[in-house]
T-cell receptor, first 115, second 114 residues
Framework: DAEITQSPRHKITETGRQVTLACHQTWNHNNMFWYRQDLGHGLRLIHYSYGVQDTNKGEVSDGYSVSRSNTEDLPLTLESAASSQTSVYFC??????????????FGPGTRLTVT | AQSVTQLDSQVPVFEEAPVELRCNYSSSVSVYLFWYVQYPNQGLQLLLKYLSGSTLVKGINGFEAEFNKSQTSFHLRKPSVHISDTAEYFCAVREVSGNTPLVFGKGTRLSVIA
């Protein structure tokens, strides 16, 4: 079955380190998204991509970067981790075309702790 | 730009009682509307969506929502809740035209009490 996976599921890192969170989908979806979820803030969009080589900044993009070299993957990199980036991170994808182009499918999340 | 307001951050309700989770949106153009559910320690999954047509939309697990354009609302309802409905519920909006991502509300935590 097609799916969207995230790895690692849990990560503890130190302030200042570079961290990369992986997101992989097997639906062949054009669109991919990264969100962070924090208490009281709901889901906030970090970066998104509408296709290979396309990336766009979301609401809270400072300190994060993404690259899209193929359809299946959108890794999220924290260039220099900060305690304020402790959060649960969700990846999502949507077809972009077809009968349900905007319906987003979410991964299980990555819990990141920056100490 | 569109925005979503979920009026209640927490809603406690007794088992088998009805529930309504409120969602209001702001947009100057036509929109698509969605409700997602997040069970503990899981990702979000789609509950229901309004794209066009009938303003009463039925989703999974007995939930339904009604699109009210004049009141810019998309409230979620269930006539009788179960313990298993305990979860966080998110309303989301997207403009019909253009290529913008979904905008999510801050969520409503539904707690069903036995």
């Amino acid at each position: 079955d097609a799916e969207i996976t995230q790895s690692p599921r849990h990560k503890i890192t130190e302030t200042g380190r570079q961290v990369t969170l992986a997101c992989h989908q097997t639906w062949n979806h054009n669109n991919m998204f990264w969100y962070r979820q924090d208490l009281g803030h709901g889901l906030r969009l970090i970066h998104y991509s509408y296709g290979v080589q396309d990336t766009n900044k979301g609401e809270v993009s400072d300190g994060y970067s993404v690259s899209r070299s193929n359809t299946e993957d959108l890794p999220l990199t924290l260039e220099s981790a900060a305690s304020s980036q402790t959060s649960v991170y969700f990846c999502a994808s949507s077809p972009g075309t077809g009968p349900t182009p905007y319906e987003q499918y979410f991964g299980p999340g990555t819990r990141l702790t920056v100490t | 730009a569109q925005s979503v307001t979920q009026l209640d951050s927490q809603v406690p309700v007794f088992e088998e009682a009805p529930v309504e989770l409120r969602c209001n949106y702001s947009s100057s153009v036509s929109v698509y509307l969605f409700w997602y559910v997040q069970y503990p320690n899981q990702g979000l999954q789609l509950l229901l969506k309004y794209l066009s047509g009938s303003t009463l939309v039925k989703g999974i697990n007995g939930f339904e929502a009604e699109f009210n354009k004049s009141q810019t609302s998309f409230h979620l309802r269930k006539p009788s809740v179960h313990i298993s409905d305990t979860a966080e519920y998110f309303c989301a909006v997207r403009e019909v035209s253009g290529n913008t991502p979904l905008v999510f509300g801050k969520g409503t935590r539904l707690s069903v009490i036995a």
